[in-house]
């Protein structure tokens, strides 16, 4: 009987000649370092989208956006035109040139549209450069190239060497585009491997790279996502992700997956994955503790499930449909991204009508649903092989070196002592996620401007812990470090966006609450804390209101809930955000039958953001007292600090 092996003949030794199938370390190479880079485009190119509908508005901005993710579909026409080679060139090396372009210049919002587009046909790019490998080699790659972009991460406390200059950045860039550069150079060198026919089912098998890719960047693989919500240190965070790449690493590595893997089995894997990272991320989220455990076996099981389903693309051998339709079941899961990713970007400011948990649940439930499709029609896995699971999993420790230059990298500032002796300079700022007035993410601008007013206690307004919209790097612990300050943090809308306080004075205790709400609109919350001055305390807030001209109602509701909780204790300042105007009934329910005074009287008006608006206060109550109210000019944020001296009374 003749075989289906494509490229095998009949009725004779087949002709000698050098394997057209490149090395495995090469390939594998190729995988990883393209995942990986793929992954830092997602994230650079996430808040400059953001930056760009804010511009344009947010139709113009759908629309681009939509374009830029179906790119992924013209992988078929690149295909055509320049063959399997084309597509590699197109695909691959235009992402490690992109990335390339971005550390030279800087993220900019074309070069996120464009890096977007390539990346989409990166995805179809994958399974060209990945042909050869079993399902179980290209999550392995997958897994190992994640794990090495997040390590990296960690040497720069979670903010992307893209957006910053200097040697680390530069190196970090150069090792990933060259080694990158040079495995696709053995790749094109090696030519093509011949394609299997498949049939549009096995071809989905493709598309679960998008709700992996997009799992992985919001909760599985993000350091700042596990320390905000499992309330865990950034080192703990990033040793728990390392656990969880090891032991998925380990597990691909062992065999221990079954041939014939029944379509249940992966259905009920992606239900668990989808329900956990559900019930982690998103407005609703539990936090805490249990976050860690859901992270280690999440990674387990998108590995394993990627694995699963990206067996039958990936065969040599098989008949039906052309190749194309793998490039269109790769651009689906590249679309699958856009889904699963920007409607959770978009939650954070604009109410979506359900709750946003049901994207990472959903991305999980798809994950299970596509490997299920192509369970048991991808060929054998490999044969059990312990020795090799535990290689797998102590080569994941290397990556704790990360961790380790983290850890013993000392802060790169100390905090200033305040003007006088026995009084706090106080600071309220909404740094809007770290992105400067032009578009970039600059936390580095937003250390400068505290430093500028030498203030001893910062109450800071959406500041990201792993947020899509700061591109996921964790905000309050690098400022904490950048000024050598400690860091009390305040989930609000979820568990990486929120307030927080930055202080150089003792903490005696401190809290955090959210505002109740009856839809599925963001929640808006607050922090406190209570600091020792000279031989009393005084106690800070932090707050950030709900904006937008329609919202008085909800947030004078807000101010009610804020009062409450604030209890008329002597001796406070609240700051923040409060979304509304100076003559604002909301504004006007924070003194109106309280202790409170707003620090601003007596001082000359000022807008508090750079399109003038004036929605930024600080009040305080009996004992304390204010002077050298200032409202400094910064382009480190849409909004300007307002900054008080404080004096308190006994």
């Keep these: 009987m003749a075989s289906t092996e494509v490229g095998t003949k009949t009725g004779g030794p087949a002709a000698p000649g050098p394997s057209i199938v490149p090395q495995g370390p090469a390939r594998l190479t190729l995988i990883a370092i393209t995942v990986a880079v793929l992954a ?85 790019a994958l399974f060209e450069g990945a042909r050869g490998l079993s399902g179980v080699g290209f999550a392995t790659a997958t897994v190992a190239g994640l794990s090495a972009d997040t390590a990296v991460r960690m040497c720069f406390a979670t903010w992307d060497p ?39 089912r096995d071809a989905m098998g493709a598309a679960a790279f998008g709700p992996f890719l997009a799992l992985q960047v919001l909760v599985l693989s993000s350091p700042a996502f596990v ?29 221990l997956a079954v041939r014939a893997v029944p379509g249940g089995v992966c259905v009920l894997g992606g239900t668990v994955l989808g329900v956990g990272a559900g019930a982690v991320a998103g ?74 948990n049901l994207l990472p649940g959903v991305a999980g439930i798809a994950l299970g649903g596509l490997a299920a499709a ?48 026995g009084q706090v300079r106080l600071l309220s700022y909404n740094i809007e996620d770290a992105v400067n007035q032009k578009g970039r993410l600059d936390p580095e601008g937003v250390a400068r401007t505290i430093e500028g007013q030498r ?62 709400k009856g839809d599925w609109s963001q929640i808006r919350g607050y922090v406190w804390a209570r600091l020792a001055v000279g031989g009393t305390t005084m106690d800070v807030w932090s707050t950030r209101l709900q904006g937008g001209d329609g919202e008085s109602g909800e947030r004078s509701r807000e101010v009610a809930a804020l009062l409450r909780a604030w209890g008329g204790a002597p001796r406070t300042v609240i700051g923040g955000d409060f979304g509304a105007g100076p003559d604002s009934p909301e504004v006007a329910g924070m003194t109106d039958g309280t202790d409170l005074r707003n620090a601003a009287l007596g001082a000359e008006p000022s807008p508090t953001s750079a399109d003038g608006d004036r929605t930024d206060y600080v009040f305080g109550s009996d004992g304390v007292m204010f002077g050298d109210y200032d409202v400094p000019r910064s382009g480190a944020s849409g909004h300007y600090p307002v900054a008080v001296t404080v004096r308190i009374g006994k």
């Excluded at 910053?164 to 090792?175: F, H």
């Excluded at 194309?324 to 079941?329: A, E, K, L, P, Q």
């Design 283 to 356: 407005t609703y989220a539990m936090s805490g503790i249990e976050v860690v455990p859901v992270v280690i076996v999440g990674q387990v099981l998108s590995a394993w499930l990627l694995a699963v389903a990206c067996r039958a693309p990936l065969r040599r051998a098989g008949t039906g449909g052309h190749v194309s339709r793998i490039d269109v079941g790769a651009a689906l899961g590249g679309f699958l991204i856009l889904v699963v990713l920007v409607p959770y970007q978009v939650s954070a400011l604009s109410p979506l009508p359900f709750p946003n």
């Design 374 to 421: 192509a369970a048991a029609r991808g060929g054998p896995l490999p044969a059990r092989a312990p020795l090799r699971a535990l290689a797998g999993g102590a080569a994941a420790l290397v990556l704790l070196l990360g961790t380790a230059v983290f850890t013993v990298a000392a802060p790169d500032g100390t905090a200033k002592a305040g003007p006088v002796p």
């Design 162 to 200: 893209v957006w910053r200059n200097g040697i680390g950045p530069w190196a970090a860039c150069l090792a990933f585009v060259a080694l990158g550069a040079a495995a696709l150079y053995r790749e094109l060198s090696s030519g093509p491997v011949t394609a299997p026919g498949l049939s549009w």
């Design 455 to 516: 203030a001893q206690v910062v109450l800071l307004q959406e500041a990201s812990r792993g947020s899509l919209l700061s591109g996921t790097a964790d905000l309050g612990v690098w400022l904490s470090r950048r000024l050598g300050m400690k860091l009390i943090w305040g989930p609000a809308a979820d568990g990486q966006f929120g307030n927080a306080i930055l202080t150089s004075l003792p903490v005696r205790s401190s809290g955090t609450g959210r505002m109740q």
């Design 40 to 124: 830092q485009t997602l994230r650079f190119s996430l808040p400059q989208l953001d930056h760009f509908a804010g511009d344009a508005g947010t139709g113009v901005a759908a629309i681009a956006v939509l374009v830029v993710y179906l790119a992924g579909f013209a992988a078929p026409l690149v295909r055509r035109a320049a063959g399997p080679r084309g597509l590699l060139l197109v695909g691959v090396g235009g992402l490690f040139a992109v990335r390339l372009l971005a550390q030279v210049i800087g993220p900019q919002t074309w070069l996120a549209f464009v890096g977007t587009a390539v990346g989409m046909i990166a995805v179809a």
């Design 227 to 255: 320390a905000s919500s499992g309330w865990q240190s950034l080192t703990g965070a990033h040793i728990a992700i390392v656990a969880g790449q090891g032991l998925a690493l380990a597990f691909l590595a062992s065999g």
